[in-house]
């Protein structure tokens, strides 16, 4: 078993920045990715970014490139999510979640059902 908590959400302007956190625990060393989605009220979870456990590939949803950059530290077993620039579209429920399977192509990791393990969600709201 993998423990997620996620945390750094909060309310913010637009044109503001957050940084959000998500913390792992337990069987860590099973993990191969790692990613962020999101779900606003209404609407089904989206993928926002993910990352390859070992080496350094990302993925990203068009609407966040160049604005999100997500990392790892693999010494403290969290991954993090700059938000940049931020605009009210970008309000939702934000989720960590973990893999235990090695894809071949990142972007593999887009797709809810490539994880095994979800973090309960941090609220981020960004104001007009």
């Known amino acids: 078993q993998v423990q997620l908590v996620e945390s750094g959400g909060g309310l913010v302007q637009a044109g503001g920045s957050l940084r959000l956190s998500c913390a792992a625990s337990g069987r860590t060393f099973s993990t191969d990715g790692m990613g962020w989605f999101r779900q606003a009220p209404g609407k089904e979870r989206e993928f926002v970014a993910a990352i390859a456990w070992t080496g350094s590939r990302t993925y990203y949803v068009d609407s966040v490139k160049g604005r999100f950059t997500i990392s790892k530290d693999n010494a403290k077993n969290t991954v993090n999510l700059q938000m940049n620039s931020l605009t009210p579209e970008d309000t939702a429920v934000y989720y960590c979640?973990?893999?235990?399977?090695?894809?071949?192509?990142?972007?593999?990791?887009?797709?809810?059902?490539?994880?095994?393990?979800w973090g309960p969600g941090t609220q981020v709201t960004v104001s007009s």
């Open positions: 979640a973990a893999s235990t399977r090695r894809y071949s192509f990142i972007s593999y990791y887009s797709r809810t059902d490539a994880y095994d393990y």
